[in-house]
Antibody, heavy 117, light 106 residues
Framework: EVQLQESGPGLVKPSQSLSLTCSVT????????WGWIRKFPGNKMEWMGY???????SYNPSLKSRISITRDTSKNQFFLQLNSVTTEDTATYYC???????????WGQGVMVTVSS | DIKMTQSPSSLSASLGERVTISCRAS??????LSWYQKKEDGSVKLLIY???RLQPGAPSRFSGSGSGKDYSLTISGLESEDIATYYC????????FGAGTKLELK
């Protein structure tokens, strides 16, 4: 069974970088697409970006040059880095698998990240 | 970006009741519409993809329909395990989600 698990610091200071890891078991990240989605306090959800089976990336333009998604195929992990965070980046961050159609069929449990001094 | 307008934002229903949630896209999304269920424990599941295709493992009481800009999710008979927040998502990058519908028991 495909399983995803996010990990990383739960507290980040403003202006610093947020770094999260998604560990995948039961499926190789050299297939499909692997994305990050966040849910803000309240209900709003935002797609942040994904990395493909080949290593190419696609990002939400709203995040401009702040975001980077990379991977380590030897560990079957992919990573999110979000630079210059503000309190508005406080959210629960999910990693998810996107199939060859534009839907996310497997999700991690989510990790809550608070941006605060 | 394609804006997804989801309604209602919250809904109270009784067990066994038929429930319908709607999503309207700001432009034609050609059936690239999916529905997700988010439980209070934070878990998220894909229920419906490409408008009406039931994700394997999702209960058959969930169904989807629509075309063009307008789509809906129906639960044919509400069960207690369906209490959750539901989101629609359109399939053109940047992918965007509806604002969510919080479903509660009456």
């Amino acid at each position: 069974e495909v399983q995803l698990q996010e990990s990383g610091p739960g507290l980040v200071k403003p202006s610093q970088s947020l770094s999260l890891t998604c560990s995948v078991t039961g499926y190789s990240i050299t297939s499909n697409y692997w994305g990050w989605i966040r849910k803000f306090p309240g209900n709003k959800m935002e797609w942040m970006g994904y990395i493909s089976y080949s290593g190419s990336t696609s990002y939400n333009p709203s995040l401009k040059s702040r975001i980077s998604i990379t991977r380590d195929t030897s560990k079957n992990q992919f990573f999110l880095q979000l630079n210059s965070v503000t309190t508005e980046d406080t959210a629960t961050y999910y990693c998810a698998r996107r199939g060859y159609n534009p839907y996310f069929d497997y999700w991690g449990q989510g990790v809550m990240v608070t941006v605060s001094s | 970006d394609i804006k997804m307008t989801q309604s209602p934002s919250s809904l109270s229903a009784s067990l066994g009741e038929r429930v319908t949630i709607s999503c309207r896209a700001s432009e034609n999304i050609n059936n690239y519409l999916s529905w997700y269920q988010k439980k209070e424990d934070g878990s998220v599941k894909l229920l419906i993809y490409h408008t009406s295709r039931l994700q394997p493992g999702a209960p058959s009481r969930f169904s989807g329909s629509g075309s063009g800009k307008d789509y809906s999710l129906t639960i044919s008979g509400l069960e207690s395990e369906d209490i959750a927040t539901y989101y629609c998502q359109q399939g053109y990058t940047p992918y965007t989600f509806g604002a969510g519908t919080k479903l509660e028991l009456k």
